[in-house]
């Protein structure tokens, strides 16, 4: 490189999700804020960051990259969902440019030089820990002219000589000072405004830290980003955290791996609070909570609740099974500790959910099931997703002792446990297609109100009401069965399954009918006769809340016509006096607190409120999100006003108003 010529550089990211807006750039926005810290490299290098929704295609980002111009160095931040494409254009760049730089870096592809090298000649780095200080000195050889298959001073990467042998230079340890890294978003490495000067994305992401202490066998997140957790200072957070209040971002997310650990977290809290109190903004917080709660994460909730700050509490619990925590090197919280705490989170008002990973090694169906609806009992939704064996993990390390037998997706590169020593291919099918159905119908939301009243009442567990569910679907003639069953077909390697199911449910009334046929069929005969009045209203009252759904593309006839309404700070769909044999809000809320309640009829006339914007997240398989859309008593939505009105920032009724009482 001529000592005058600037280096033409583009850090590429993709999202997994086909969201109408894109993902926060952000593990690219750390290397474009390292390179623009750096002296030398500032005036050297042209560094764009070139960002993608989920399901943008291979035409679109490499016309996208190379229509205005080749770089000199094309480098990918690289998850399993975006590996192939990232492999495919690093292929066309390097017949554009062929003595172009490919740099490939992120969990999927650190310390995996020997498969990504033969699977894509045409990447000549990859990186193996964190990227800032690497990649700027791979700029820094760059710009001296150096060869990449020369690479040998340059801690942390795998490369290639010219002879075509794999080399890796060992990493430096993980940065111990935080601060030493720039802030792309107080730098501008990250664009945040549209033209029209809105913000660009869904949430705004952020990191308060980096590491995790633990090392669960399954999550490569120890290993990644080191054991030992490092904290960025607290000014610095709290000056991002002022710029998204300034811009009137609604949710932050935290990409951190354990919030609630560290007493830095509580001062987060409390400088996020006070900032909402200037700018109205940000007004929820979501994060992955510390498994195991401390005095901190206590506190830091009584404080989030009492200033009406949203958040979702997870009980990431991943499975129950003591021989299968065992093996993943895991230990959860005591089983009576976990149920106090989510007993406490429901006394707070406070929604919890919970979550599970099917085919853990040492799981069988049976525990796994028995697990599943002991945690329905005490939380409102299970979130289950099974096992996937994810590089740099120690399943993955590992594989043989574990006997995993696994395939890698049709579009991307994650790949699918199939079976292992203690679980067999057919469980493994009939699992899976337990889990299809309890993501949509109870994950989603699909059901809310019916689950405690069918256990209580009915008599019948959550795992069972779902396996007759998918049974019955799997052996019904009704066309409407059809497209779900070969989205269940698929769904072990096509994330987009449970999408397609999901807004048929939302949007499709012969689907929506398929589950009244199901009810009368399979479930009803088995329910006793007495309760069969109030379970019908019930399922009734969860069908005629589901979100209105009004993308163009939805499925099935013209949309009802409703009537939209402004109701604190927003916009709402109103269905009017709407008529319940049963009081069933008050019904799911007397079973919940174990209260007596008579479940004969009673009843009453509701106006059902469905806040507008559902179209954009319908196929977001977010329950999160989901849950903002369905559809509420206007008593609901007044309470949860009244109830933000008693906090100190008069903006915060909206944001409560977004609770749903499911
Ligand atoms: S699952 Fe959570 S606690 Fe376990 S290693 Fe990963 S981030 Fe850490």
Same mark, same amino acid.
């Given at each position: ?5 600037? #280096? ?54 490499? *016309? ?5 111009? #080749? ?28 003595? /172009? ?75 111990? *000072? ?183 090694? /040492? ?15 005490? #939380? ?28 890698? /997706? ?227 939505? *007044? ?24």
């Amino acid at each position: 490189v001529a000592h005058d010529e600037v #280096v033409r550089v583009v850090l590429v990211q993709q999202g997994v999700w086909e969201m109408p807006t894109e993902s926060m750039p952000l593990a690219v926005g750390y290397l474009k804020a390292a390179v623009q810290a750096d002296e030398r490299l500032r005036w050297r290098t042209d560094v764009r960051i070139a960002n993608y929704r989920g399901g943008v295609g291979l035409g679109h980002i490499t *016309d996208d990259l190379f229509r205005h111009g #080749v770089p000199d160095v094309l480098a990918f931040s690289v998850l399993g969902w975006n590996y192939r494409t990232f492999g495919a254009v690093a292929e066309t760049f390097k017949q554009l440019n062929p003595r /172009g730089w490919v740099v490939f870096g992120g969990t999927h592809a650190a310390h995996q030089g020997e498969r990504t090298f033969r699977m894509f000649p045409e990447v000549d780095v990859v990186v193996d820990g964190e990227g800032e200080r690497v990649f700027t000195q791979l700029l820094h050889a760059h710009i001296d002219g150096a060869d990449p298959r020369e690479l040998v001073g340059i801690a942390g990467i795998t490369y290639r000589t010219a002879a075509g042998e794999r080399r890796t230079n060992p990493g430096d340890p993980p940065l111990r *000072d935080l601060s030493l890294l720039p802030s792309p978003i107080l730098t501008g490495a990250i664009g945040l405004e549209r033209r029209d000067g809105s913000f660009p994305y869904d949430v705004a992401l952020m990191e308060t830290n980096r590491g995790c202490p633990y090392k669960c066998a399954f999550c490569y997140w120890g290993g990644a980003t080191g054991q030992k957790v490092r904290a960025f200072p607290r000014e610095r957070l709290r000056a991002e955290l002022e710029e998204f209040g300034r811009r009137q971002v609604h949710t932050v997310v935290l990409c951190d791996a354990n919030f609630g650990m560290l007493p830095a977290d509580e001062q987060f809290v409390e400088d996020l609070l006070s900032i909402r109190g200037t700018y109205g903004y940000p007004r929820a917080l979501e994060t992955s909570w510390a498994k195991n709660k401390s005095e901190t994460f206590y506190r830091i909730v009584r404080e989030m609740k009492r200033s009406g700050l949203r958040s979702s509490f997870t009980l990431a619990l991943q499975t129950l099974n003591e021989s299968a925590l065992e093996r993943m090197h895991r230990r959860n919280m005591k089983l009576n500790d976990w149920e106090d705490l989510a007993t406490w989170l429901a006394a707070e008002g406070l929604e919890c959910y919970a979550e599970l990973i099917w085919g853990a090694p /040492g799981d069988t169906p049976e525990a796994f099931l028995e697990g599943y609806d002991r945690l329905a009992q005490t #939380v409102s939704r299970v979130a289950v997703y099974p096992l996937l064996l994810l590089p740099n993990t120690d399943y993955h390390d590992k594989r043989e002792d574990f006997g995993f037998v696994t395939v890698r /997706g049709d579009h991307d590169d994650f790949q699918y446990v199939l079976a292992h020593d203690t679980m067999t291919a057919q469980d493994n099918q009939q699992m899976l297609r337990f889990i299809f159905w309890a993501r949509a119908l109870a994950e989603n939301l699909v059901f809310r109100h019916l689950w405690v009243p069918l256990r209580v009442l009915g008599g019948v567990a959550q795992s069972q009401a779902i396996r007759s569910f998918a049974d019955w679907v799997e052996a019904s003639d009704a066309p409407a069965a059809v497209p779900l069953r070969a989205a269940v077909a698929r769904f072990n390697v096509d994330p987009d399954a449970l999408a397609d199911v999901l807004v048929r449910v939302f949007g499709d009334p012969s689907t929506t009918a398929l589950v009244r046929v199901w009810w009368d069929d399979a479930l009803r005969p088995r329910l006793p006769p007495g309760a069969v009045p109030a379970l019908d209203e019930v399922l009734r009252y969860d069908l005629l809340t589901l979100p209105v759904y009004r993308a163009p593309s939805a499925a099935g006839p013209e949309a009802e016509p409703l009537p939209v309404v402004e109701a604190h700070g927003d916009r709402w769909y109103v269905r009017e006096d709407v008529g319940l044999t049963h009081d069933v809000p008050a019904l799911v809320q007397a079973l919940r607190r174990g209260e007596p309640m008579p479940s004969h009829p009673r009843p009453i006339t509701r106006t059902l409120y469905y806040r507008l914007g559902f179209d954009d997240f319908a196929r977001s398989t977010n329950h999160e999100e989901i849950a903002h859309y369905m559809g509420v008593t206007e008593q609901e939505l *007044d309470a949860a006003a009244a109830r933000a009105a008693a906090t100190p920032s008069p903006e915060a009724a909206a944001a409560l108003a977004r609770t749903s009482s499911c």
